[in-house]
């Protein structure tokens, strides 16, 4: 089954201490990229990346770190949490760059607390 | 820069009744344009989509049709159903690699 995997779905974890979310996606997918989604705001673009090795800085990347060094894998890093990356996080993945002929894979979410 | 603004929620309305919820949007250029739809606790799910003016997606009896003139993209339904309670999201493609650039969503409940 077509998939992207998230994990954890919920972490609450206390300012400062590093984490990490984790993505995997099983449809060999180019493009893949973070949002995060808060009350009033919709979905934000943390960090999206074209390709292995290839990353780069979405609407609110502040805070954040990416790496992708697997076509499959794309994890979140939060070097140092604070309580304003409190939030509901979503990864998704899609075959090419989005285009008019492609469809964008979301996770099922990740809710993050940050006390 | 581009934007999609959708109506507020919540929005409740009674099984079988008549459903829009509006959508416009401002971007250069021509943009594809998607509706989302998130169910409790899962991600988010592409509903429909059009990919130029006056196209009309469609799916689950949902319909929407890409007004160029206009510049909008309502979501629309002719009788809803209680499984259709979510929160749906308009949202556009950004030229290039910068991907989706959504509304702030609207939370839809449809009551017995």
């Known amino acids: 089954e077509a998939q992207v995997t998230q994990n954890p779905r919920y972490l609450i974890t206390v300012t400062g201490k590093k984490l990490t979310v984790t993505c995997s996606q099983n449809?060999?997918?180019?493009?893949m990229s973070w949002y995060r989604q808060d009350p009033g705001l919709g979905l934000r673009q943390i960090y999206y990346?074209?390709?292995?090795?290839?990353?780069d800085k979405g609407d609110v990347p502040e805070g954040y770190k990416v790496s992708r060094k697997e076509k499959r894998n794309f994890p979140l890093i939060l070097e140092s949490p604070s309580p304003n990356q409190t939030s509901l996080y979503f990864c998704?993945?899609?075959?090419?760059?989005?285009?008019?002929?492609?469809?964008?894979?979301f996770g099922q979410g990740t809710r993050l607390t940050v006390v | 820069g581009d934007s999609v603004t959708q109506m507020e929620g919540p929005v409740t309305l009674s099984e079988e009744a008549c459903l829009t919820i509006?959508?416009?949007?401002?971007?250069?250029?021509?943009?594809?344009l998607f509706w989302y739809v998130q169910y409790p606790g899962e991600g988010l799910q592409l509903l429909l989509k059009?990919?130029?003016?006056?196209d009309k997606g469609s799916n689950k009896g949902f319909e929407a049709t890409y007004r160029k003139e206009t510049t909008s993209f309502h979501l629309e339904k002719g009788s809803v159903q209680v499984s259709d309670s979510a929160v749906y999201f308009c949202?556009?493609?950004?030229?290039?690699?910068?991907?989706?650039?959504f509304g702030k969503g609207t939370h839809l409940i449809i009551q017995p």
């Open positions: 059009a990919t130029k003016a006056d």
């Open positions: 990346s074209m390709n292995v090795e290839v990353t």
């Open positions: 449809m060999n997918h180019e493009y």
């Open positions: 949202a556009l493609l950004r030229g290039g690699a910068d991907g989706l650039t």
């Open positions: 998704a993945s899609s075959l090419i760059p989005l285009g008019r002929n492609t469809e964008a894979f």
């Open positions: 509006n959508c416009t949007y401002t971007a250069t250029g021509y943009p594809s």
